[in-house]
Every structure is written in structure tokens, then in C-alpha cells.
């Protein structure tokens, strides 16, 4: 049994930034997921949608529960992360001037996810970065 | 135990006000009657105070019980300060209390400010980001919806717990009075006061309790005595006052309900760092903004600056107060009221079905089907409360 919910991240939407990880969260809690492992999971996700908000020209994420697994996919639409390595770099941050100006920006943004999450996926092009999550149940 | 909140059923005509306006989504209206779900209730009062036909019924003591006791102290709240004009208006509302039968009436600004020092050393122990227990919604909602941050509340009974405490001991010294012949009455600014103490009785320091706004109807503002107050403790009728009478940079003020849940949120997942208290009110501008303070809470702050500015520095509170009393008694976990199902894979497929039913809804938020959302509504199909012929918007119905 396995359901999902899908949310729509706009570029810049600064305002609605952090709504989804709010509604994410709020049906974690309803299924009653360990509130620690719901911690983790919406650092991820808040972190995820604010990359979307700040890097890429908009995209989705993907909240999968089943049984198992947890798992959250973040696809944009572009333009890519030229060199994947550095991004990983904690403090290396490529964030223009209008979202440090909101407090965000400070290149923790991956390293945080990799941190939280039991599987961290990346792949980017220019067509667009995937970043897949996974956690699981016990 | 009998309902302390009920409504009027002739007064309700089904509104959706009062729905709307819940935070936690603990009201459904069913045949055309507003219904509280007690399990998601965190007292903060909204409904109460968003009912335009006054159908909402707050079950309160009666002033014949005070017969039963020797000695009777009314405790004023803090926001009392909101109403009053100036200096001679608190002396005129001890004149009421009287008349209504109380031996001795104190206030509570001398409780805020010993708190102040007690909490500023209480925070130095760590970094953690702190949170609050002035407001006793706010701890709910901890409870029920952030059980993770249940470390994150200060170990402090609310400053009425204590004043009840520190007053039924001075008073029993005093007048050589047994404690137990000393009636403590609390003057409730809000409904979670009156609700936290009402509910627990046995364990609270206070007897009873009446409310703000069905004493101040009557006031006469005759001036008879003075009435010790401390400037600083006065602050804490208003949103800020912590950060004001401290000058700590690292406190974070937020009123209003929805607010603080969102705050909440931040804190929860690390969004907020470098804060060590959260100064969190249910209601707007703090405590002046309580349920039964009938006074617009922005001019009620305007009041307090008022008052405040008529009183000088660093008058002195003068009784002792123990750690025993402001201690509180570990909070418990309410985990659990907003799930959907105590099985997990029952929980799943719950929340599948609560989808496909979603798919089939107009998703506008009408509430004309009396569910607070489309979202709600479903759920509310699948917990067998409603049926699907309820939404009047369908698509494909009537």
C-alpha cells in the first residue's frame, strides 16, 4: 500500500517557500510516524524545497509512503548544479543576493540532507537535478 | 465531569465561524450545531471569542461557594492591567471584589517579576531554545502537537499556580488560619487558564475560578486603598515584556495562536536557530488579548503603557516564594489525538482512501459541509463522522 502526495515548488515563491514541508509534516504526524524520524524528514524536505525556491526555474516533490519506506523526491527543471562535489561542501553556497537578503543561502542546504536522510541520491544536468530520499521504517 | 465549555443549542445556528477559527480543527458543525472534540482542544479560545450570537457557554464557579471558606483571596490577573485607567481603577476593583465577598484581593505582577530571574537563570544552562509556560494553550499545543519539544518547556508552573501557592501560605501565617479554610479565587483573563485549573482541581493551588468579564461589568471605580504593584511584573499583561525587562537579545515574542504554531514548526526543525526563550501567547498582544477580557487587546496595551508610566522603579514584592512552587510537575505527552489510526498500515490506507475521496471534492474550502476544510471533510469520511453526500458542492451532486 503506498501513497503519495505531490507539491509544486515555484522559483522565488519566497512567500508560499516552506508550505509544503508544513503539509508533508502535518501527514507524517496523521499516519503516526515517530515524531524524531518526522524531524528528519522535514529538515530534508524544507531544505529540498528551498533549493528549488532559490537555485532552479521551479520543479515538484514527490512524498511516497508505504509500509516500509519513506521516500522524497525532489525533481527541477533546471539548470543543473555544474559540479556536484562543491555543492556537497558544507558553507559552499551559490545562492544570489536575493535569498541571502531573506537569511538563506548559507550552503547547508545538501550537506544537511545527506545528513538526515538513511539514502541520499543526487543527479543533476542541465535539464534539471533529481535528488532522491529515502527513509526507513522500523 | 460535566462539560466546562458548552454551546447553546438554541443560540448556534451553525456558522462556521467558530470551525474556521480553530487551530487544531477540534470543531465540526453536525446538524446545523457547532460540536467541540474535546482530544484536539487546546483551550486557546478563538471559538469563543470569533461566535458572533454568543452561543458558546463557560460553566464558571458560583460566588455562593465562597461561604465555604474562612478567608476568600481573589487573585486578579495580570491583564487586568488592560482596563484599568489609572492607579485609583485598581483600588475601585478591590472595592468590587469585596462587596462580592472576598477578604483580600492581590494581583500578580509581583509573581511575573520574581519569574523573570528565575527563568534567565534557567536558560543559562544550556543552548537549547526554550519555550514558555506562562500561557497554558501554548503547553498544550506542545503536548499534542510537538510532543518532540516537551524538553524544549520550561519546568515553571504558570505565575497564577504559583501566586495561589505563595498567597494560601502567606495569608494562613498572617491570620493564623489553617490552609485548607483559605479559599484562593482566580479571575480568569482567558479561557485556558480557567480551563487548566478547572480541569485539574485537585492538583491546582486555586479553588475556584470566576471570569474577568462577568466581574468588570459591575465596577464601581471608588477609590479605597492602594494596591502594591511591581513595574516590572506589570510588563507581562503584553506581548514583549520578557525581552523588554530583560534586554536579551536572543528572545523571540510571538502572539496569536497560529503564530506560535508555525514558530513552533521552525523550532522543531532547526529553522530558528540562536534563540534561547520563545516569549509564545495564544492570544493577540498576550495576555490583554485573553477570551474574557472584552476590551480590544491594542487598546488594552495602550492601557498597560499607560499604567506602567504612573508607577516608579523598583517597588518591592516583600513574600517569599520556594522553588517548590514554581517548579511544575513534568508534562506528559499527548501524542497520538491527531493521528489517524493507532496501527500504522491501518494509518496508510486511511490516508489513501482520505486521497481518493480528496480527487472527487471541489477543494475550495466552502466548510458548508461542516468539516473545516475539503481535506478535513475527508478525513472526516473515513472516520465515519460524515458521509459523502454531505458536500454540498460535489461534483457530479446535487
Not at chain 1, 524528514?41 to 519506506?69: P, Q, R
Not at chain 1, 545527506?114 to 529515502?134: R, Y
Not at chain 2, 483580600?104 to 536558560?123: K, W
Not at chain 2, 528572545?251 to 526543525?269: C, P, Q, S, Y
Request: glycine content about 6%.
Amino acid at each position: 500500500m503506498t501513497v503519495s502526495f505531490e507539491f509544486a515548488v515555484y522559483h522565488e515563491d519566497y512567500h508560499n517557500a516552506g508550505v509544503a514541508s508544513s503539509e508533508i509534516k502535518k501527514y507524517l504526524t496523521q499516519i503516526g510516524l515517530d515524531p524524531q524520524l518526522i524531524r528528519r524528514i522535514v529538515i530534508c524536505s524544507y531544505e529540498a524545497e528551498m533549493n528549488v525556491v532559490i537555485h532552479s526555474y521551479g520543479g515538484k516533490m514527490v512524498l511516497l509512503i508505504d509500509d516500509n519506506e519513506i521516500r522524497l523526491e525532489i525533481a527541477d527543471k533546471g539548470p543543473g548544479i555544474p559540479n556536484i562535489e562543491l555543492a556537497m561542501q558544507e558553507g559552499y553556497s551559490t545562492a544570489p543576493l536575493s535569498a541571502r537578503e531573506r537569511g538563506f543561502g548559507a550552503g547547508m542546504g545538501l550537506p544537511n540532507m545527506k545528513k538526515n536522510a538513511d539514502v541520499f541520491e543526487i543527479a543533476s544536468s542541465p535539464q534539471g537535478t533529481v535528488v532522491k530520499l529515502a527513509w526507513v521504517i522500523i | 465531569m460535566k462539560n466546562l465549555v458548552d454551546i447553546h443549542n438554541e443560540r448556534c445556528i451553525g456558522c462556521t465561524r467558530c470551525m474556521r477559527s480553530c487551530p487544531m480543527e477540534a470543531i465540526r458543525i453536525v446538524d446545523n450545531k457547532a460540536q467541540l472534540f474535546k482530544e484536539r482542544c487546546i483551550y486557546c479560545g478563538n471559538c469563543i471569542i470569533e461566535c458572533h450570537k454568543n452561543a458558546y457557554k463557560v460553566y464558571s464557579d458560583s460566588f455562593a461557594n465562597l461561604s465555604k471558606y474562612k478567608l476568600n483571596v481573589a487573585i486578579l490577573p495580570i491583564a487586568i492591567y488592560g482596563l484599568l485607567n489609572n492607579k485609583d481603577d485598581l483600588g475601585g476593583i478591590c472595592a468590587t471584589l469585596k462587596d462580592y465577598g472576598f477578604d483580600e484581593v492581590i494581583e500578580l505582577s509581583g509573581i511575573y517579576a520574581f519569574m523573570v530571574d528565575r527563568i534567565l537563570d534557567y536558560i543559562k544552562n544550556d543552548d537549547k531554545t526554550y519555550i514558555l509556560t506562562h500561557c497554558p494553550s501554548v503547553t498544550r499545543l506542545v503536548t499534542k502537537k510537538y510532543p518532540q519539544l516537551l524538553p524544549n518547556l520550561l519546568p515553571f508552573n504558570p505565575p497564577f499556580e504559583i501566586a495561589g501557592k505563595v498567597y494560601r501560605r502567606f495569608f494562613s501565617e498572617k491570620y493564623q488560619i489553617p490552609e485548607n479554610e483559605i479559599g484562593i479565587s482566580y479571575i480568569s483573563e482567558c479561557l485556558s487558564n480557567f480551563i487548566v485549573i478547572k480541569e485539574d482541581i485537585d492538583n491546582s493551588s486555586i479553588d475556584q475560578v470566576f471570569l474577568l468579564s462577568d466581574l468588570v461589568r459591575n465596577i464601581s471605580y471608588k477609590k479605597i486603598e492602594e494596591v502594591k504593584a511591581v513595574k516590572k511584573g506589570i510588563f507581562f499583561a503584553k506581548i514583549g515584556a520578557f525581552k523588554y525587562v530583560s534586554n536579551n537579545r536572543d528572545i523571540l515574542a510571538v502572539d496569536g495562536i497560529r503564530n506560535v504554531d508555525t514558530v513552533l514548526e521552525h523550532i522543531d526543525i532547526r529553522k530558528i536557530k540562536n534563540v534561547r526563550l520563545v516569549e509564545a501567547y495564544s492570544c493577540t498582544g498576550g495576555c490583554v488579548g485573553g477570551t474574557f477580557m472584552r476590551e480590544n487587546p491594542f487598546v488594552a496595551k495602550w492601557r498597560v503603557n499607560e499604567f506602567i508610566n504612573e508607577l516608579y522603579d523598583g517597588e518591592d514584592f516583600g513574600i517569599a516564594i520556594q522553588p517548590d512552587d514554581y517548579y511544575a510537575n513534568e508534562v506528559t505527552s499527548e501524542e497520538g489525538v491527531l493521528t489517524l489510526s493507532n496501527d500504522f498500515r491501518e494509518a496508510i490506507k486511511k490516508m489513501k482512501r482520505i486521497n481518493e475521496i480528496l480527487t472527487n471534492l471541489p477543494n475550495i474550502d466552502c466548510c458548508a459541509c461542516g468539516s473545516p476544510s475539503c481535506r478535513a471533510f475527508a478525513e472526516d469520511v473515513v472516520k465515519g463522522l460524515k458521509t459523502i453526500e454531505d458536500c454540498r458542492m460535489r461534483k457530479g451532486g446535487n
